[in-house]
């Protein structure tokens, strides 16, 4: 049975989605679906993390065949941890889509889109064959397409449109660098590859296709030079829609090039994690630099979930077990934190009818609570020590000092302050100063009571985001320790390979 | 549209097309076709029908929202591969059931078959619901 379980969280919410399209009149009971969907995959997903956990990764040979020649879904430490945060981030999106109007987000498609690209997500997360990898990604930009267009505005299209010209150029990169492997090695199966680059290797060829899957991977996880997209695209959705995105479509492109780079080209690392910490540090400066020049709230959190992506890189190329922790718990954090940001964005743009803080003001006068739990979230994002936000920075810091990369290390800690200085402008802005001349109030009872109820039920799902924040910044320990544990198993990957490949992992050193 | 030749032609493309979609789909299996190629085909005959009779006509003979037949077809796909699953073996393994007809020979019905035909319905759905949606806007844009 245990066997059977990794593909419920992909299958099994795809299975969900279709029957929510379906029910494709009925509002409510797609909701409902949706829910029910979600919280069985998020339980099995606690289960696998478990099992991965305490008794080793857990493989499934989809259609009963052999290891290299099957299709093999793979629940091992980082995707089992990865599929739990992206479930759990996910509940807390549906709670916010649940609770807002009517129009704003939950049209026919809403629903059945959100699950199937939830669906595609934890297949890129589980998958353990590169090909299969790249239907993932095809399966959840389909539903990504769906969400990002729904409800469909002019500004809201041509964003839509930069987003899907962009994603099918790096879905063709992809494809030629699993070409090319498939051609040299003759297998496309993760762990088969990892073992075959290390007996044979690709002479002159592997830092090309690595080139090749790091720009793939990069346009997905908006890395430097083509993160442009990211910001024209993003902030347009409604705020369930962004902050979905936020929370789960760069880190897929994360994930993806954490495995590819710590399983398959380790090799050549000289070249492929010195052009990495390059990026990643550019990476950083640019994004929190654009946060900072950004009015409008989510605009400004979408700029920095670039330069957040960028500390993640700086933790691969380091490629350290330290660092690579430090970038796991960083994206962990960053996942919920981030997705707590966009949607308190997006209520506070609901109630103030525009999200230029600019125009904006003296929210904290009626609404204490949201503005304090913005306050939590900008400073746990900025790393201010007890939250979350630091102990992934603090490692990525030390791993960045103790490998020597001087230049890296201080981007990163300069542009922590540059974060907190764009997390405090909106705080001036929106929460604290005095409201501009001629902008309506937004006090309790001075809106229509549909605007009223729905963000007071939208502040639950931000409310569970920073009890989850804060569980993160207690049990940062504990959580630490894991991520450690994880970032050992992914440098030396023996025993992913043997749970693969069954003895013949073993050949590898 | 308003064409005898079209009209006419349609009453009889229409059943060819749909029987011959599912030869693809029947096909398939051992022989190039399959569900994506016969689901296009079965399309075909709707867009026909909807550019020979209007709109309405086509939405009328179709019956069932084409997101509806999108939801079923992938509904019937996803469970034919959790199907194995059922009976202790790994997922999307296949399950065959071999029934002796007489006269005739093995008839051979597996999950694969109830994938492809998920498939089909699944693009039989979008096919229609594409090519509806910008007929729908089409029409509208002359009326104006």
């Not at chain 1, 290797?201 to 830092?207: E, N, T, V, W």
């Not at chain 2, 399959?34 to 550019?51: I, K, P, Q, R, S």
Request: hydrophobic share 55%; proline share 4%.
């Amino acid at each position: 049975m245990m066997h059977l379980l990794p593909v419920y969280p992909v299958a099994g919410l795809i299975l969900w989605a279709a029957v929510s399209i379906t029910l494709h009149r009925y509002p409510l009971a797609q909701m409902a679906v949706t829910a029910l969907a979600l919280l069985s995959a998020w339980a099995v997903s606690l289960i696998l993390l478990y099992t991965a956990t305490f008794s080793g990764p857990i493989v499934l040979l989809v259609g009963n065949w052999p290891a290299p020649f099957g299709i093999t879904f793979v629940a091992d430490r980082l995707s089992g941890l990865m599929t739990v945060t992206a479930l759990t981030v996910s509940l807390c999106v549906w709670l916010y889509a649940a609770f807002s109007t009517a129009r704003e987000a939950t049209g026919q498609g809403f629903y059945p889109a959100m699950l199937a690209m939830i669906g595609g997500v934890c297949g890129a997360f589980l998958t353990g064959d590169l090909f299969n990898l790249y239907v993932w990604f095809e399966v959840l930009l389909m539903g990504s397409f769906v969400l990002i267009a729904l409800g469909g505005g002019r500004k809201q299209l041509e964003g839509a449109l930069k987003y899907v010209s962009v994603n099918l150029v790096s879905s063709a990169l992809f494809l030629a660098g699993a070409g090319i492997l498939y051609g040299a090695l003759g297998t496309l199966n993760m762990a088969d590859l990892a073992v075959k680059m290390h007996l044979q290797g690709m002479p002159m060829l592997s830092s090309a296709v690595a080139a090749l899957f790091l720009c793939a991977f990069g346009i997905k996880a908006a890395l430097f030079p083509f993160f442009f997209w990211l910001p024209a695209a993003y902030h347009t959705p409604p705020a369930a829609v962004n902050a979905l995105f936020g929370a789960l479509m760069t880190k897929v492109g994360v994930v993806a090039m954490i495995r590819v780079f710590t399983l398959i080209f380790n090799h050549e690392t000289e070249v492929t994690h010195t052009l990495l910490l390059i990026l990643a540090g550019v990476t950083i400066a640019v994004g929190a630099l654009g946060a900072y020049g950004q009015w409008e709230i989510r605009r400004i959190f979408s700029f920095s979930i670039i330069g957040q992506i960028g500390y993640i890189i700086m933790g691969l190329a380091l490629n350290t077990p330290l660092a690579l922790a430090g970038a796991l718990f960083f994206m962990i954090h960053n996942m919920i934190v981030k997705t707590a940001l966009l949607l308190t964005g997006g209520i506070a743009g609901k109630l103030m009818g525009t999200e230029d803080i600019r125009r904006c003001g003296g929210l904290y006068v009626g609404r204490p609570l949201l503005a304090y739990a913005y306050l939590l979230c900008a400073l746990s994002l900025a790393g201010v020590p007890p939250l979350s936000g630091f102990f992934g920075k603090l490692a990525l810091i030390r791993a960045g000092f103790d490998a020597g990369a001087w230049a890296v290390t201080a981007v990163a800690v300069a542009a922590s302050f540059l974060s907190l200085g764009y997390g405090m402008k909106v705080w001036m802005y929106a929460f604290w100063g005095p409201l501009p001349a001629g902008i309506p109030d937004t006090a309790p009872g001075m809106r229509s009571p549909s605007v009223e109820s729905s963000a007071r039920g939208m502040i639950w799902a931000v409310a569970a985001l920073i009890g989850l924040m804060l569980l993160l910044s207690v049990g940062a320990g504990p959580l630490m320790r894991f991520c450690l544990a994880t970032a050992e198993g992914l440098l030396d990957p023996r025993e992913y390979l043997q749970a693969v490949l069954g003895q013949g992992g073993g050949a590898l050193k | 549209m308003n064409s005898v030749i079209l009209r006419t032609g349609t009453v009889y493309l229409r059943p060819l097309l749909l029987i011959f979609s599912v030869f693809l789909l029947l096909g398939g299996h051992n022989q190039p076709g399959g569900g994506f190629t016969g689901g296009l085909v079965a399309g075909l005959a709707f867009v026909l029908e909807a550019l020979a009779f209007g709109l309405d006509q086509a939405r009328r003979t179709l019956r069932v929202h084409p997101l509806t037949l999108v939801g079923c077809g992938l509904l019937l796909s996803a469970m034919s591969a959790f199907f194995s699953t059922l009976l202790g073996k790994p997922f999307m393994t296949g399950t065959w059931w071999v029934w002796h007809v007489p006269g005739w020979g093995e008839l051979a019905v597996g999950t694969p078959f109830f994938f492809d035909l998920g498939v089909y319905f699944d693009v039989l759905g979008v096919t229609c619901l594409i090519i509806f949606s910008l007929l729908n806007a089409g029409e509208a844009e002359g009326k104006t």
